[in-house]
């Protein structure tokens, strides 16, 4: 299997504008989880998802991110409208449910400027 | 979620033994241990996993005392390529999925 496949790898977009990631979950995979990095926050669980069904989007900053999961094998975060503040390095990782072993895409960087 | 407490960061040097502990004073009983390992530019990466005593697989082991309060993770003879930040987490296994929430981690830096 190629592992979780995150696109874009890289993505600079300008304020106001919607951003859209994308990833495709280990084959097999039944929980998807999107991640956000900075330096200053670290690495904070945005939503996860089992089954394609969101079961905690606590982590979800604000109205303007949004995640969807419309089959075993595609998730997408939208942020709309971007700001600057949304700048980080944003990660999916999937698993088998139950288990804590989740292996990671390569992460999307991204820049709001 | 157990709260869990590491140190910020640690250096060390080629060859040597790393251990780095993690506090969980507030651990439940069908809470399990799991560390994980993050080079730059990397996603973390699953290393070791266990509920009590020790484990070890090819990458490192896990010592967990009696109560369970605390964990160790130890890399035995680092290289460069060992420096990373390391991620304790404390969750329980469930069929109902896992909410995997990562704390600061320890960056360990491996001179030569």
């Known amino acids: 299997d190629a592992g979780v496949i995150q696109s874009p790898r890289h993505e600079v977009t300008e304020m106001g504008q919607e951003v859209t990631l994308r990833c495709k979950p280990i084959?097999?995979?039944?929980?998807l989880f999107w991640y956000r990095q900075t330096m200053m926050r670290g690495l904070e669980l945005l939503i996860y998802?089992?089954?394609?069904?969101?079961?905690?989007d606590s982590g979800m900053p604000e109205d303007r991110f949004s995640a969807k999961m419309p089959n075993a094998s595609f998730s997408t975060l939208k942020i709309q409208p971007s700001e600057p503040r949304d700048s980080a390095v944003y990660f999916c990782?999937?698993?088998?449910?139950?288990?804590?072993?989740?292996?990671f895409g390569q992460g999307t960087r991204l820049t709001v400027v | 979620l157990a709260k869990t407490t590491q140190p910020i960061s640690m250096d060390s040097y080629e060859g040597q033994e790393v251990n780095i502990t993690c506090s969980h004073n507030?651990?439940?009983?069908?809470?399990?241990i799991t560390w994980y390992q993050q080079f730059p530019s990397q996603g973390p990466r699953f290393i070791i996993q266990?509920?009590?005593t020790k484990v070890t697989n090819e990458v490192a082991s896990l010592f967990i005392p009696a109560d369970r309060k605390s964990s160790t993770l130890s890399l035995p003879r680092v290289s460069l390529s060992d420096t990373a930040v390391y991620y304790c987490?404390?969750?329980?296994?469930?069929?109902?999925?896992?909410?995997?929430?990562f704390g600061g981690g320890t960056r360990v830096l491996v001179k030569p």
């Open positions: 990782a999937s698993s088998l449910v139950g288990d804590t072993e989740a292996f």
């Open positions: 084959s097999g995979h039944n929980s």
């Open positions: 998802f089992n089954n394609n069904v969101p079961i905690d």
């Open positions: 507030n651990i439940a009983t069908n809470d399990y």
């Open positions: 266990g509920y009590k």
């Open positions: 987490l404390v969750g329980v296994l469930k069929a109902a999925g896992n909410k995997l929430t």
